[in-house]
């Protein structure tokens, strides 16, 4: 054949409001208006929305007749080219669950044996809009009431503070060094003591002031390294938002990837204002935020081209 059974499929979508596939079901195109997406201040163009009816099976003699027109065959022959690409469509869905139809969308097998239908979103079936493309515009914030201060000459010198931040950290690790320096150098001296008395003692005598003397540095070196100070400090370490990346497979939505640790902070920030469960990922040169993670690649899927309505520039990540 000169094309595909699916690029003459998606040839009449553009000319018709409804398009069958006999024994496998129908798409019914609804013009849909443009939309302004004011989260991410895009302009979406018009376009026609593709919605798919199982329950539409007839043939109605369209899709066969433009089939057999451009090879150049007869009714019969495009009739069963027609009947091949159905039965590898549905042998496909039903071992697979997943069928995708260039040009066209994606097709998804639910458990209930319902067919979820999600429309190839890169090509827009309303000729109306032929050339038009999405826009994007920062909206403007007015703000009244607002009096701007003089201009004046005089410089201020800015001090270079060091972030308290920066300072807790570097304090969490170097005070429990310190403090097991400390008790090494200290009780090293009691041991050494206790070695000499040892050697002292007759080895026919009574040992229990030896192993009085040991138990007790025993007791107080174990004392020094549970004391609460050490603790506090590895408590802080470990609450770090920071997550690490989950060995295994799994599918993540990445949101962005930033270079600087407080652009992800942010990033995390406003996905868990809007009721996402996002984490930050390293182990690479950029940081990258993810809206959810999913286990099952099909609800990866569907739920990236969801989100790719507010945020185009998302994508999915394997591991």
């Not at 109605?60 to 159905?86: C, R, T, Y």
């Not at 869905?93 to 429309?119: C, M, P």
């Not at 826009?135 to 308290?164: C, H, M, V």
Request: proline share 3%; glycine share 4%; net charge neutral.
């Amino acid at each position: 054949m000169k094309k595909n059974i699916s690029e003459y499929i998606s040839e009449l979508l553009y000319i018709h409001e409804c398009v069958i596939i006999p024994q496998f079901g129908g798409f019914v195109g609804n013009r849909k208006s443009a939309e302004l997406n004011k989260k991410t201040g895009s302009l979406s163009p018009p376009s026609k929305q593709i919605l798919f009816n199982r329950n539409l099976t007839t043939n109605d003699g369209l899709l066969i007749n433009h089939i057999a027109q451009n090879e150049s065959i007869s009714q019969h022959e495009a009739k069963q080219k027609l009947e091949e690409f159905v039965n590898e469509c549905n042998n496909k869905l039903d071992t697979s669950k997943v069928l995708r139809i260039t040009k066209v969308g994606l097709f998804t097998l639910a458990q209930e044996g319902n067919i979820i239908f999600i429309q190839d979103s890169s090509i827009n079936y309303y000729i109306g809009a032929f050339g038009m493309k999405p826009t994007y515009n920062k909206s403007i914030i007015r703000k009244e009431g607002l009096t701007t201060a003089p201009q004046s000459n005089i410089k201020f010198l800015k001090t270079n503070k060091q972030k308290p931040k920066t300072f807790l950290r570097a304090a969490a690790i170097i005070i429990p060094l310190i403090a097991l320096s400390y008790i090494s150098l200290t009780q090293e001296e009691k041991i050494l003591d206790v070695y000499k008395e040892m050697a002292s003692l007759n080895p026919f005598s009574n040992s229990e002031t030896t192993e009085e003397n040991i138990d007790k540095i025993t007791n107080e070196t174990n004392y020094n390294i549970n004391s609460e100070n050490v603790e506090m400090q590895i408590e802080k370490i470990e609450n770090e938002k920071v997550l690490p990346i989950v060995n295994g497979q799994k599918f993540y939505i990445v949101a962005g990837a930033f270079a600087e640790r407080k652009n992800a902070n942010k990033m995390f920030d406003k996905l868990k204002n809007w009721n996402y469960d996002p984490q930050i990922l390293e182990g690479s040169q950029l940081i990258r935020v993810t809206y959810n993670s999913f286990i099952n690649r099909e609800e990866a899927v569907l739920a990236l081209e969801k989100i790719r309505e507010d945020n185009p520039d998302a994508w999915l990540l394997t591991q």
